[in-house]
Protein backbone atom coordinates (compact mmCIF):
# COMPACT_ATOMS: atom_id res chain seq x y z
CA UNK A 1 0.00 0.00 0.00
CA UNK A 2 1.29 3.55 -0.82
CA UNK A 3 1.16 6.39 1.42
CA UNK A 4 -0.88 8.65 -1.14
CA UNK A 5 -4.19 7.59 1.15
CA UNK A 6 -3.08 8.11 4.63
CA UNK A 7 -6.40 6.47 5.97
CA UNK A 8 -8.13 3.72 4.63
CA UNK A 9 -11.59 2.82 5.10
CA UNK A 10 -13.31 -0.49 3.76
CA UNK A 11 -16.80 -1.52 4.65
CA UNK A 12 -18.02 -5.37 3.75
CA UNK A 13 -21.07 -6.49 2.88
CA UNK A 14 -21.19 -8.20 6.25
CA UNK A 15 -21.19 -4.93 7.99
CA UNK A 16 -17.35 -4.71 8.87
CA UNK A 17 -15.91 -1.62 8.69
CA UNK A 18 -11.71 -1.48 8.30
CA UNK A 19 -10.23 1.64 9.01
CA UNK A 20 -6.57 1.62 8.56
CA UNK A 21 -3.71 3.91 9.29
CA UNK A 22 -1.20 4.02 5.81
CA UNK A 23 1.58 6.75 6.57
CA UNK A 24 4.08 3.57 7.33
CA UNK A 25 6.99 5.88 6.15
CA UNK A 26 5.74 8.34 8.97
CA UNK A 27 5.50 5.63 11.50
CA UNK A 28 1.58 6.62 11.02
CA UNK A 29 2.30 9.59 13.15
CA UNK A 30 -0.72 11.83 13.24
CA UNK A 31 -1.13 15.43 11.87
CA UNK A 32 -3.77 17.68 11.63
CA UNK A 33 -5.05 16.38 8.36
CA UNK A 34 -4.57 12.63 9.51
CA UNK A 35 -6.93 14.15 12.71
CA UNK A 36 -9.54 15.65 10.61
CA UNK A 37 -9.44 12.82 8.25
CA UNK A 38 -10.55 10.33 10.93
CA UNK A 39 -13.25 12.50 12.40
CA UNK A 40 -14.72 12.61 8.94
CA UNK A 41 -14.25 8.63 8.67
CA UNK A 42 -15.56 8.04 12.49
CA UNK A 43 -18.76 10.44 11.60
CA UNK A 44 -19.74 8.15 8.64
CA UNK A 45 -18.92 4.62 10.25
CA UNK A 46 -21.47 6.38 12.71
CA UNK A 47 -24.20 7.04 9.82
CA UNK A 48 -23.82 4.05 7.74
CA UNK A 49 -26.56 1.66 7.92
CA UNK A 50 -25.77 -1.87 8.33
CA UNK A 51 -22.49 -1.54 9.67
CA UNK A 52 -22.15 -4.24 12.84
CA UNK A 53 -18.29 -3.80 14.10
CA UNK A 54 -14.63 -1.45 13.19
CA UNK A 55 -11.33 -2.92 13.16
CA UNK A 56 -8.54 -0.26 13.59
CA UNK A 57 -5.22 -1.24 12.47
CA UNK A 58 -1.74 0.17 10.78
CA UNK A 59 0.23 -0.75 8.24
CA UNK A 60 4.07 -0.85 8.39
CA UNK A 61 6.18 -1.35 11.91
CA UNK A 62 4.52 1.13 13.87
CA UNK A 63 0.90 1.18 14.66
CA UNK A 64 1.15 4.97 15.49
CA UNK A 65 4.28 6.94 16.74
CA UNK A 66 1.68 9.85 17.96
CA UNK A 67 2.50 13.07 16.63
CA UNK A 68 3.67 13.99 13.65
CA UNK A 69 7.09 15.83 14.32
CA UNK A 70 7.04 18.24 11.56
CA UNK A 71 3.29 18.94 12.84
CA UNK A 72 4.41 19.35 16.55
CA UNK A 73 7.99 21.62 14.98
CA UNK A 74 5.23 23.90 13.57
CA UNK A 75 3.22 23.96 16.36
CA UNK A 76 5.81 25.43 18.33
CA UNK A 77 5.23 29.12 16.90
CA UNK A 78 1.53 28.53 17.05
CA UNK A 79 -0.35 31.05 19.22
CA UNK A 80 -2.57 29.79 22.18
CA UNK A 81 -5.60 30.02 20.35
CA UNK A 82 -4.14 27.76 17.21
CA UNK A 83 -3.08 25.30 20.10
CA UNK A 84 -6.39 25.44 21.04
CA UNK A 85 -7.55 24.87 17.59
CA UNK A 86 -5.53 22.18 17.00
CA UNK A 87 -6.52 20.05 20.60
CA UNK A 88 -9.70 20.73 20.10
CA UNK A 89 -9.73 18.71 16.88
CA UNK A 90 -8.32 15.77 18.22
CA UNK A 91 -10.43 15.58 21.64
CA UNK A 92 -13.21 15.44 19.27
CA UNK A 93 -11.91 13.09 16.93
CA UNK A 94 -10.95 10.81 20.30
CA UNK A 95 -14.49 11.95 21.18
CA UNK A 96 -16.55 10.31 17.83
CA UNK A 97 -14.15 7.20 18.15
CA UNK A 98 -15.28 6.42 21.54
CA UNK A 99 -18.63 6.84 20.99
CA UNK A 100 -19.54 5.39 17.96
CA UNK A 101 -22.27 2.80 18.29
CA UNK A 102 -20.88 -0.19 16.63
CA UNK A 103 -18.55 -2.30 18.73
CA UNK A 104 -14.62 -1.34 17.74
CA UNK A 105 -11.29 -3.31 18.31
CA UNK A 106 -7.94 -2.08 17.67
CA UNK A 107 -5.24 -4.40 16.65
CA UNK A 108 -1.08 -3.27 17.62
CA UNK A 109 0.80 -4.81 15.34
CA UNK A 110 4.23 -2.23 16.54
CA UNK A 111 4.76 0.38 18.93
CA UNK A 112 2.28 2.77 20.15
CA UNK A 113 3.37 6.09 21.46
CA UNK A 114 0.89 9.15 22.79
CA UNK A 115 -1.60 9.84 20.45
CA UNK A 116 -1.61 6.58 19.44
CA UNK A 117 -2.49 4.74 22.83
CA UNK A 118 -5.36 7.51 22.71
CA UNK A 119 -6.49 5.76 19.97
CA UNK A 120 -6.61 2.37 20.77
CA UNK A 121 -7.95 3.53 24.69
CA UNK A 122 -10.87 5.03 22.39
CA UNK A 123 -11.49 1.74 21.24
CA UNK A 124 -13.76 -1.16 22.87
CA UNK A 125 -11.42 -3.69 22.39
CA UNK A 126 -7.90 -3.86 21.58
CA UNK A 127 -5.08 -7.12 21.01
CA UNK A 128 -1.65 -6.61 20.49
CA UNK A 129 1.18 -8.64 19.39
CA UNK A 130 3.84 -9.84 22.10
CA UNK A 131 6.64 -7.55 20.48
CA UNK A 132 4.56 -3.96 20.34
CA UNK A 133 5.81 -1.28 22.90
CA UNK A 134 3.89 1.86 24.42
CA UNK A 135 4.46 5.06 26.30
CA UNK A 136 3.90 8.39 26.82
CA UNK A 137 6.41 10.53 26.01
CA UNK A 138 4.91 13.69 26.24
CA UNK A 139 6.56 14.77 29.36
CA UNK A 140 10.03 14.40 27.67
CA UNK A 141 9.08 16.96 24.90
CA UNK A 142 7.89 19.55 28.03
CA UNK A 143 3.82 18.58 27.22
CA UNK A 144 1.13 16.17 28.49
CA UNK A 145 -1.11 13.95 27.51
CA UNK A 146 -4.04 15.73 27.78
CA UNK A 147 -6.35 14.98 25.27
CA UNK A 148 -5.65 11.46 25.56
CA UNK A 149 -6.03 11.42 29.43
CA UNK A 150 -9.61 10.51 29.36
CA UNK A 151 -9.71 7.29 27.67
CA UNK A 152 -6.24 5.72 28.68
CA UNK A 153 -7.11 6.75 32.61
CA UNK A 154 -10.34 5.01 32.16
CA UNK A 155 -8.64 1.98 30.66
CA UNK A 156 -5.33 1.88 33.03
CA UNK A 157 -6.42 3.32 36.11
CA UNK A 158 -4.99 6.54 38.01
CA UNK A 159 -2.37 4.74 39.44
CA UNK A 160 -0.84 3.47 36.40
CA UNK A 161 -1.06 7.25 34.77
CA UNK A 162 0.60 8.19 37.93
CA UNK A 163 3.57 6.24 36.93
CA UNK A 164 3.41 5.92 33.22
CA UNK A 165 2.67 9.39 32.10
CA UNK A 166 5.11 11.19 34.96
CA UNK A 167 8.09 8.93 33.86
CA UNK A 168 7.40 8.53 29.91
CA UNK A 169 8.95 5.16 30.40
CA UNK A 170 8.27 2.40 28.07
CA UNK A 171 5.90 -0.69 28.45
CA UNK A 172 5.41 -4.07 27.29
CA UNK A 173 2.21 -5.69 25.84
CA UNK A 174 2.16 -7.93 28.71
CA UNK A 175 2.28 -4.95 30.87
CA UNK A 176 -0.20 -3.14 29.02
CA UNK A 177 -2.64 -5.93 29.10
CA UNK A 178 -2.16 -6.18 32.94
CA UNK A 179 -3.02 -2.89 32.97
CA UNK A 180 -6.18 -2.94 31.09
CA UNK A 181 -5.07 -0.93 28.28
CA UNK A 182 -5.00 -4.25 25.96
CA UNK A 183 -7.44 -7.48 25.87
CA UNK A 184 -5.17 -10.13 24.88
CA UNK A 185 -1.24 -10.50 23.46
CA UNK A 186 -0.23 -12.52 20.89
CA UNK A 187 2.42 -14.21 19.48
CA UNK A 188 2.84 -11.82 15.92
CA UNK A 189 1.07 -10.38 12.99
CA UNK A 190 -0.50 -13.66 11.61
CA UNK A 191 -2.19 -14.54 15.19
CA UNK A 192 -3.13 -10.94 15.66
CA UNK A 193 -5.42 -11.15 12.03
CA UNK A 194 -6.71 -14.56 13.75
CA UNK A 195 -7.61 -12.77 16.87
CA UNK A 196 -9.26 -10.26 15.47
CA UNK A 197 -11.14 -12.51 13.26
CA UNK A 198 -12.06 -14.56 16.22
CA UNK A 199 -13.81 -11.27 18.12
CA UNK A 200 -15.43 -10.59 15.35
CA UNK A 201 -17.32 -14.16 14.88
CA UNK A 202 -18.01 -13.45 18.53
CA UNK A 203 -19.46 -10.43 17.92
CA UNK A 204 -21.66 -11.53 14.90
CA UNK A 205 -23.50 -13.97 17.45
CA UNK A 206 -25.08 -10.99 19.05
CA UNK A 207 -27.85 -9.20 18.14
CA UNK A 208 -27.06 -5.68 16.62
CA UNK A 209 -29.40 -3.60 18.95
CA UNK A 210 -28.48 -5.63 21.70
CA UNK A 211 -24.99 -4.97 21.33
CA UNK A 212 -25.35 -1.28 20.58
CA UNK A 213 -27.36 -0.97 23.82
CA UNK A 214 -25.47 -3.06 26.00
CA UNK A 215 -22.58 -0.31 24.75
CA UNK A 216 -24.48 2.71 25.43
CA UNK A 217 -25.52 1.14 29.00
CA UNK A 218 -22.08 0.88 30.28
CA UNK A 219 -21.39 4.18 29.33
CA UNK A 220 -24.61 4.92 31.38
CA UNK A 221 -23.67 3.62 34.75
CA UNK A 222 -20.07 3.05 34.62
CA UNK A 223 -18.83 5.43 37.44
CA UNK A 224 -22.12 5.82 38.91
CA UNK A 225 -23.63 4.85 42.71
CA UNK A 226 -25.69 1.77 42.84
CA UNK A 227 -28.48 3.85 43.58
CA UNK A 228 -32.40 4.15 43.46
CA UNK A 229 -31.97 5.76 40.04
CA UNK A 230 -29.66 3.85 38.81
CA UNK A 231 -31.59 0.51 39.93
CA UNK A 232 -34.64 2.15 38.06
CA UNK A 233 -33.06 3.12 34.85
CA UNK A 234 -31.53 -0.31 34.51
CA UNK A 235 -34.75 -2.06 35.08
CA UNK A 236 -36.15 0.33 32.30
CA UNK A 237 -33.37 -0.40 29.64
CA UNK A 238 -34.21 -4.06 30.15
CA UNK A 239 -37.54 -3.84 30.21
CA UNK A 240 -37.41 -1.35 26.95
CA UNK A 241 -35.17 -3.98 25.22
CA UNK A 242 -36.88 -7.16 26.17
CA UNK A 243 -40.22 -5.44 23.89
CA UNK A 244 -38.41 -5.26 20.66
CA UNK A 245 -38.11 -7.05 17.59
CA UNK A 246 -34.68 -8.31 18.08
CA UNK A 247 -35.34 -9.48 21.83
CA UNK A 248 -38.49 -11.62 20.05
CA UNK A 249 -36.52 -13.34 17.60
CA UNK A 250 -33.45 -14.43 19.98
CA UNK A 251 -36.20 -15.81 22.04
CA UNK A 252 -38.20 -17.33 19.32
CA UNK A 253 -34.97 -18.68 18.08
CA UNK A 254 -33.68 -20.46 20.64
CA UNK A 255 -37.39 -22.22 21.75
CA UNK A 256 -37.08 -23.42 18.44
CA UNK A 257 -33.51 -24.31 18.40
CA UNK A 258 -32.61 -22.77 15.48
CA UNK A 259 -30.36 -19.17 14.38
CA UNK A 260 -31.57 -16.19 15.29
CA UNK A 261 -31.91 -13.71 11.69
CA UNK A 262 -28.78 -11.65 12.56
CA UNK A 263 -26.76 -15.40 12.28
CA UNK A 264 -28.32 -16.21 9.32
Given at each position: MSEETPIL??????GLAVVTLNRPGRHNAVNADIIARLST??????KEDGLR?????????????????EWMR??????????????????????????LPIPTIALVQGPAYGAGVGLIAACD?????????FAFT??????????????????IGARNARRFFLTGERFTATEACRMGLVHEVVADGSALGHAGDRLVEALWQGAPG???AAKELIFAVAHEPIDV??????????????STDEAKEGLDAFLGKRRPGWRA
Open positions: ADFSAEIFDEIAAMLLRAEGESFSAGADLAAADYSYDDNLEDARALADMLHRLNEMALAVESAVEVHLGIVPATISPYVIEAAIAETIEETAERIAERR
